[in-house]
């Protein structure tokens, strides 16, 4: 009987999914869970007429596998993670490879590599996006971790991604923990948009008072423009549903998230390399909010809500446009800032990202992917360079036809009293952004004054620093120069 191409330890709902897209697309799997009853039972269930074996222990699996020996890990992320690499290591050989499928840190997965290389193996750490839907019909890939691998695994990560215009959305990202990375870049954007959809709908139900019904006909509209995505599609698809009493399910739920703890990372990661990823880590504080959920409604008694006037009917349909271009340019400050924290981390542990093939990589299969993916990787096509996505002529312009109906919906949620933190917090970045002079120069007066921490002058050359003797100087500019 011949060898199976490739093992997967981990048979929750996204490995088997993984497992089933993989035999569909001809490749023979192993597979092997902790308890090999949810193995037998799948296998029994699912394998049909598929190329896929069972194993009752990870010697059987191993021995199962064609060399190099591939096998992907779809655990929880973490120590599980390092407890089955330690059990796998003294069963493989020279060249066998691991690979994580799940959502680590990217720098276990760095870590990862290096041990791995130094035991004579190879490790991939690889982002997988699109949920259960995508494990089984096309998710996307982002692998990382040592590029000797990649040849390897490059033919069945390919063939089961998903496909945009015939291209697969998977390619190689980088060394180290380059792909999960990208990945936790990827699922910080998933909270902005998250929060910044969420932000649009709470407008029109509590600013505006639309129904659940009249704010299903908005976004499925709005689907079929500059905003189709497939969080915008999912958001339409499930205001239609109703409870058992008829009413919106939606109504239903309790408005406390939750959240795993990947934009977690990336707002950490953007404090360390210090790049305002500001609407991300407002949508991670967003949800974190919201799970105060006692101490809020006994807030809104505190605090009760002025009574506004209600809008007429054509002042709420301009106010609903209104939104549609503030979601639109917030949604472009999300990426923005993204890209922004990618090409920081590059710099930082030299790696050579391809920027226009991860947007590739998004435009299907993943949660994030939207039309004007194709408008980032045109842009870094051209110019590869590119320092920020707000300098490429697309986003310019849509920024520029977009910002006064955007600082009108904002304005609207305060005076409305309604919270919009990543909207708003999208609004105040680009403000800075575009901001030729900003108040810094009175913070760093502070901080020589009270720390003696310097500053720069603008009639100096860059990198001259200068400390000013502020408590004895009797109010007159006392510098010297230090080198710094």
């Known amino acids: 009987m011949s060898q199976a191409e490739i093992g997967v330890i981990g048979l929750a709902v996204m490995g088997q999914n993984l497992v089933l897209n993989m035999a569909d697309h001809g490749f023979k799997v192993a597979v092997y869970n902790r308890s090999y009853d949810k193995t037998d039972a799948f296998v029994r269930q699912r394998v049909e007429d598929r190329p896929i074996v069972g194993a009752q222990s990870l010697t059987e699996l191993v021995d199962q596998l064609a060399r190099p020996r591939k096998i992907m890990l779809m655990v929880k992320a973490g120590d599980v993670v390092d407890r089955l690499i330690d059990d796998l290591i003294p069963l493989l050989s020279e060249g066998d490879i691991i ?29 997988v996006s699109g949920g259960e839907e995508g494990a089984r019909t096309g998710p996307s890939i982002m692998p990382g971790g040592d590029v000797a691998a990649w040849p390897a695994v490059k033919p069945i990560f390919q063939a089961i991604s998903a496909k945009s215009d015939g291209q697969p959305c998977c390619d190689w990202v980088g060394p180290e923990g380059a792909g999960h990375y990208v990945k936790m870049v990827h699922n910080g954007i998933e909270y902005g948009d998250m929060q910044l959809i969420a932000e649009a709908y709470h407008l029109m139900r509590q600013g505006l008072g639309l129904s659940v019904d009249a704010i299903q006909a908005v976004f499925a509209d709005w689907n079929q423009g500059v905003l189709d995505s497939y969080l915008i599609e999912i958001t339409a698809e499930l205001l239609t549903f109703k409870d058992d009493d008829g009413e919106p399910l939606v109504d239903k739920i309790l408005d406390a998230a939750g959240q795993k703890g990947t934009g977690k990372w990336t707002g950490i990661s953007s404090l360390e390399l210090g790049v305002p990823v500001t609407l991300i880590t407002e949508s991670v504080y967003a949800r974190c909010l919201s799970a105060l959920k006692s101490e809020r ?37 999300s990426y923005a800032q993204g890209y922004m924290l990618m090409r920081e981390a590059a710099s930082e542990f030299d790696w050579d990202l391809n920027y226009g093939g991860i947007a590739l990589m998004w435009r299907g299969g993943c949660i994030i992917r939207s039309r004007f ?61 575009r901001s030729a002079r900003l108040p810094a120069n009175l913070l760093q007066a502070q901080r020589d004054y009270f720390g003696a921490h310097t500053y720069e002058r603008i009639d100096a050359p860059r990198g001259e620093r200068f400390h000013t003797d502020w408590i004895h100087s009797g109010g007159h500019a006392q510098s010297g120069s230090y080198e710094v």
């Not at 499928?101 to 982002?127: C, M, P, V």
């Not at 304005?411 to 409305?416: D, K, L, P, Y």
């Not at 919270?419 to 952004?433: I, K, R």
């Open 373 to 433: 993916l194709e408008n980032i990787k045109q842009a870094y096509d051209q110019n590869p360079s590119l320092n920020n996505l707000l300098q490429a002529e697309f986003f310019e312009q849509a920024v520029k036809q977009s910002e006064s109906n955007w600082r009108k919906a904002v304005a609207f949620a305060v005076t409305q009293g309604l919270p919009v933190p990543a909207m708003s917090s999208a609004l105040a970045f680009f403000d800075g952004y």
């Open 297 to 333: 409604e006994e807030a809104a008694q505190r605090y009760p809500a002025s009574e506004v006037p209600p809008l007429s009917e054509s002042e709420t349909r301009a106010m609903i446009a209104a939104l549609h271009d503030a979601l639109y340019a917030s949604k472009i400050m």
């Open 99 to 127: 690979i994580d499928g799940g959502n680590s840190l990217y720098t276990d997965s760095t870590r990862r590599t290096q041990r791995l290389k130094a035991e004579g193996l190879h490790f991939i750490g690889t982002g």
